[in-house]
T-cell receptor, first 113, second 110 residues
Framework: GENVEQHPSTLSVQEGDSAVIKCTYS??????FPWYKQELGKGPQLIID?????GEKKDQRIAVTLNKTAKHFSLHITETQPEDSAVYFC????????????FGKGTTLSVSS | DVKVTQSSRYLVKRTGEKVFLECVQD?????MFWYRQDPGLGLRLIYF???????EKGDIPEGYSVSREKKERFSLILESASTNQTSMYLC?????????FGPGTRLTVL
């Protein structure tokens, strides 16, 4: 089955710096790659996703890149703010009926002002 | 927006008790999931369902069962709770990839 590795497990940056979180996946059939943000005491919230027919997607300060050949994808946050501090999870799936997201172990991002 | 609700935010049970965790979604989603979240281990899939009365085992189904009698409701059952089932339990639903999560139930088994 699918296996997703996520690095780093913790990341500390200064406000205004960029943050990059990287994930690799094992199943070449996976074609859907979402990123979730989880704030303390809440469930994970989808922040951006990318499908395998796209190499990059951007939404304001957040961008995701996908390299299908190397089977890795990354989350980029620019101009970080203290409210970006949270746990971020990457996930992968085949995105067809009867399949589920498989998650990485998470990255705790701390943005200090 | 999809709303996924879980019956309890916090739950404390005794070892050996039968525990029911209830989840309801309001967007007519076909797929529903139960994940368990533990520090350093991320989100691990327990069971999921892609249709009423259908269920599939995830990565860690041992000690759990599920029930989906109606499309909007997916229940996780701990037949005989054990201390190693103390965890955060997250329910989710999806239609075509995009998966929405509930707020979670923090279960403590004493």
């Amino acid at each position: 089955g699918e296996n997703v590795e996520q690095h780093p497990s913790t990341l500390s940056v200064q406000e205004g710096d960029s943050a990059v979180i990287k994930c690799t996946y094992s199943d070449s059939a996976s074609n859907y790659f979402p990123w979730y943000k989880q704030e303390l005491g809440k469930g994970p919230q989808l922040i951006i996703d990318i499908r395998s027919n796209v190499g990059e997607k951007k939404d304001q300060r957040i961008a995701v890149t996908l390299n299908k050949t190397a089977k890795h994808f990354s989350l980029h946050i620019t101009e970080t703010q203290p409210e970006d501090s949270a746990v971020y999870f990457c996930a992968a799936s085949i995105n067809q009926a009867g399949t589920a997201l498989i998650f990485g172990k998470g990255t705790t991002l701390s943005v200090s002002s | 927006d999809v709303k996924v609700t879980q019956s309890s935010r916090y739950l404390v049970k005794r070892t050996g008790e039968k525990v029911f965790l209830e989840c309801v979604q309001d967007m007519d989603h076909e797929n529903m999931f139960w994940y368990r979240q533990d520090p350093g281990l991320g989100l691990r899939l327990i069971y999921f369902s892609y249709d009423v009365k259908m269920k599939e085992k995830g990565d860690i189904p041992e000690g759990y069962s599920v029930s989906r009698e109606k499309k909007e409701r997916f229940s996780l059952i701990l037949e005989s709770a054990s201390t190693n089932q103390t965890s955060m339990y997250l329910c989710a639903s999806s239609l075509s990839g995009s998966t929405a999560f509930g707020p979670g139930t923090r279960l403590t088994v004493l």
